[in-house]
């Protein structure tokens, strides 16, 4: 919808004024990558739950690993139309008119959570001229292994139960891929996570596939970059929940302060007045612990 792909170009202006120093670039290839189906309510409160689902990559290199949209690669595409709404802005004194196409489908997240050194937890989101990123607190899962087995495609896998940021999950993990990882933020048992849902059933990691990347090795994992941007976590929030509240004027605003006057609209014409974000209600997160 046009809020989201307006959001994720034009966020870049307040974080400008925010950025917290650079660094250095350190690198990281692919040995293995496995994709889940990420399935999520964000909105419980309605009587009709409406399901959020991506396709969630978990790239695994020899000292970190990277969590992002199988189509992350996608938002290259929105980065060039974002370069050409500038071009067309130097063309007619300060104005962009942006236009979004009309399909109500999600947009591939521009959000990878890196696990550095696979202890460190770095949030890194890809903005059209550049990353911004904040570091997050990394909350060790103190994991009860149950004596349940299931075979999830291939692998014979071991249940466990976990308390992570206020909501319990209940994971299956491959003993057999002796890698301490897992989708989003999910890490620390005995073999890599396959699947995993909470208690309310509203967060679902489903396992899709697992292979082996070293033939064709990709690299992985930005860890630092000298063109990245860094801000603190609370400010990040801030503006999720501004954009969330009123995103035309949240985005009209940041424009404004930039010196940019903006028109946004779908394809048809049709005024993004007539979109509304909906507010999420089911945080993933509960708690910080």
């Not at 809020?3 to 950025?19: E, H, M, V």
């Not at 890599?192 to 070293?214: G, H, M, P």
Request: hydrophobic share 40%; proline share 4%; glycine share 4%.
């Amino acid at each position: 919808m046009v809020y989201k792909r307006a959001f994720r170009i034009f966020i870049f202006i307040i974080i400008a004024n925010n950025c917290q120093g650079q660094s250095k670039n350190v690198m990281d290839t692919a040995v293995y990558k496995a994709l889940y189906s990420f399935e999520y309510i964000k909105d419980t409160n309605k009587l009709s739950f409406t399901m959020y689902q991506e396709n969630m990559a978990l790239y695994i290199g020899k000292s970190n690993s990277s969590y992002r949209s199988d189509q992350y690669e996608s938002i290259a595409v929105r980065r060039e139309e974002f370069k050409t709404a500038l071009a067309a802005q130097k063309n007619a004194g300060g104005n962009i008119n942006f236009q979004a196409p009309n399909s109500t489908g999600a947009n591939p997240s521009p959000e990878e959570i890196i696990n550095a050194g696979f202890t460190d937890l770095r949030i890194r989101i890809i903005m059209p001229e550049n990353a911004i990123y904040f570091n997050d607190s990394t909350t060790r899962i103190n994991w009860t292994i149950a004596d349940d087995t299931a075979r999830i495609g291939t692998f014979l896998c071991s249940k466990a139960y976990g308390v992570f940021r206020g909501r319990k999950y209940t994971a299956w993990f491959a003993p057999q891929i002796p890698i301490s990882a897992g989708p989003w933020k999910l890490a620390g048992l005995p073999g890599l996570i396959l699947e995993a849902v909470d208690s309310s059933q509203t967060i679902k990691f489903r396992f899709l596939s697992f292979e082996n990347t070293s033939f064709s090795p990709k690299s992985i994992v930005n860890v630092k970059s000298e063109s990245d941007k860094q801000i603190l976590k609370t400010d990040y929030r801030k503006m999720v929940a501004a954009m969330a509240s009123d995103p035309i004027k949240y985005i009209e605003t940041l424009a404004a302060s930039r010196g940019i006057k903006m028109t946004l609209s779908t394809i048809n014409g049709l005024p993004a007045e007539n979109f509304k974000r909906a507010k999420n209600k089911n945080p993933m997160e509960i708690s910080e612990k």
